[in-house]
């Protein structure tokens, strides 16, 4: 019986992969740098969080398929998406011409826009009128972008946004630059900079977050489109903004 | 039972191999790495100006700052350097505890790890400018490897040398500064010269801290046009290009100093 069993799991082995695919529901490797809240963030027990990454469970849910999220560092997200490490980024990315023309991007899923934030000393409400200062902002974002386009302002780049907060309260910036639900959480909300920062001004920029996927890849861009299409329809696109960016 | 064999002991530095005539193999091997990198660095920028050449105009401020930290770091270690190696010989056991206990401390904590604690933990507490913040969490660690240096320099003087001083009637502190010293400067020379090229690598850590220096220039620049490889390709080259640079300067200056003997 014993021996009759072990010949049969290989075939069982090759039946389960051959049908499987068509039973379980295809995974997809998504990677995001959760220190991004609250779009993404690690929370108390280690699992990543966040707007973004209940936007695409829902998302999933309704195309039919599943995530799989991997917590990458920003800079070098793209670069993993060329060696296939992972199918696509989640990790509130504005869909830009320059990106466009390296990666493809499912539909805008939210829009957002960069704003300033200040120490609460500072009374200039805009990038132009903070000649001579150093602005931070995390490298490679479309906020680090936009100082690099006002003359006479230095853009010092970081790795995490949370380091260019704590360089601010240490005093050697000036500003920071980043999306503005993300400087709400540190302007307003955490209780270490709350008494110190202020968020300077609106929003400067306009900008529609994608999901990024491999350029070519229009399978999945389908797939990810039908999904952002239905969560969007069904209005739970708009739950979860009252849960996570009230 | 073997207490009369001789320890064989195994010198390898951290910094880079320095090139002398004695070891051939290394002597060859450094010209091809030197020439070969300024070689397939000129050919890249020419034969494909995009993006070699953009990334190359793109970074000359990074190596401005990796030579300014290296640099500051490097006099201040010395300075931390030499207390720490005189305290670590000191008879005095307050001071000999002190040094010591820095000394461990130090070692026992990655350089990486050091570099965000006493740049963050210097924030907290003093306004001190990015540059200098980063210069002196590199010169705090090193300055625990060079006190090593410096200690082991000043055990390598012969004892006969500050017994002599002693009966000539000098303090124990005349005879470190007029006798001791001195010969050990030219001992820990050679090693001093390979803590710096370990210093200039290892500078690339304070990329972290948003200082802009080589390889930040380059994150920045690969950042924005996504040519991750052809960036890091250039970052690699220029390293190499400049600590093999230095290692062939001190390779010199180290057989200058034998040869005065």
Redesign the interface.
């Known amino acids: 019986m014993k021996k009759l069993l072990l010949l049969l799991l290989p075939v069982l082995a090759l039946t389960l992969s051959v049908v499987s695919p068509a039973l379980a529901a295809r995974t997809i490797t998504v990677a995001t740098d959760a220190t991004w809240p609250p779009m993404e963030m690690v929370d108390a027990n280690k699992n990543i969080v966040g707007y973004d990454i209940d936007f695409l469970n829902a998302a999933a849910k309704e195309a039919g398929f599943k995530v799989v999220f991997k917590n990458t560092a920003w800079d070098g997200i793209f670069a993993g998406l060329d060696s296939g490490q992972y199918d696509a980024v989640i990790s509130s990315v504005t869909i830009t011409p320059e990106r466009q023309k390296k990666y493809d991007f499912s539909l805008p899923y939210i829009d957002a826009g960069q704003i300033l934030v200040v120490p609460k000393s500072e009374r200039a409400t805009r990038l132009a009128d903070m000649k001579g200062k150093k602005i931070g902002a995390q490298i490679g974002t479309t906020g680090a972008f936009e100082i690099k386009k006002v003359n006479g302002v230095e853009l010092k780049t970081y790795d995490e946004i949370g380091l260019a907060f704590e360089d601010m309260a240490a005093g050697r910036i000036q500003g920071v630059v980043c999306d503005e639900p993300t400087a709400i959480i540190y302007a307003l909300q955490k209780k270490e900079y709350k008494a110190k920062f202020k968020i300077a001004g609106k929003p400067f920029t306009k900008e529609a977050y994608g999901i990024c996927v491999k350029k070519g890849n229009k399978e999945l861009v389908s797939l990810l489109n039908r999904g952002i299409t239905a969560v969007k329809k069904k209005k739970i696109d708009q739950q979860l903004k009252k849960k996570w960016l009230k | 039972m073997h207490e009369n064999e001789a320890k064989k002991q195994i010198e390898v530095g951290d910094g880079a191999a320095i090139p002398t005539k004695k070891d051939l193999g290394l002597f060859t091997a450094w010209r091809i790495a030197f020439f070969g990198a300024i070689a397939v660095l000129g050919w890249l920028t020419y034969a494909k100006p995009d993006p070699y050449l953009t990334i190359l105009k793109f970074v000359p401020d990074g190596i401005v700052v990796t030579f300014k930290v290296t640099v500051g770091a490097i006099l201040l270690a010395l300075v931390i350097g030499l207390i720490a190696g005189l305290g670590r010989v000191a008879n005095n056991r307050l001071a000999n505890g002190l040094a010591s206990l820095y000394v461990e401390v130090i070692r026992g904590i990655p350089l990486l790890v050091q570099i965000f604690y006493i740049y963050?933990a210097?924030?907290?507490f003093v306004?001190?400018?990015?540059m200098l913040?980063a210069i002196i969490a590199m010169a705090v660690c090193y300055g625990a490897y060079m006190g090593e240096v410096f200690r082991a320099g000043i055990q390598s003087i012969p004892k006969g040398q500050m017994e002599a001083a002693l009966t000539l009637g000098m303090t124990r502190s005349q005879a470190m500064r007029h006798v001791v010293v001195p010969q050990a400067f030219k001992v820990v020379l050679p090693p001093v010269g390979n803590e710096f090229i370990a210093l200039l690598k290892d500078s690339s850590l304070v990329s972290?801290l948003?200082v802009?220096d080589l390889l930040?220039r380059g994150?920045?620049f690969?950042?924005?046009s996504?040519t991750?490889f052809e960036t890091y390709t250039v970052i690699a080259l220029i390293y190499l290009i400049i600590t093999l640079f230095f290692s062939k300067l001190i390779g010199i200056m180290e057989e200058r100093i034998n040869a005065g003997r």
């Not at chain 2, 306004?127 to 990015?130: A, E, I, L, M």
């Open positions: 963050y210097l924030g907290r306004k001190v400018p990015d913040s972290i948003a802009a930040r994150r920045e690969a950042s924005e996504f991750y």
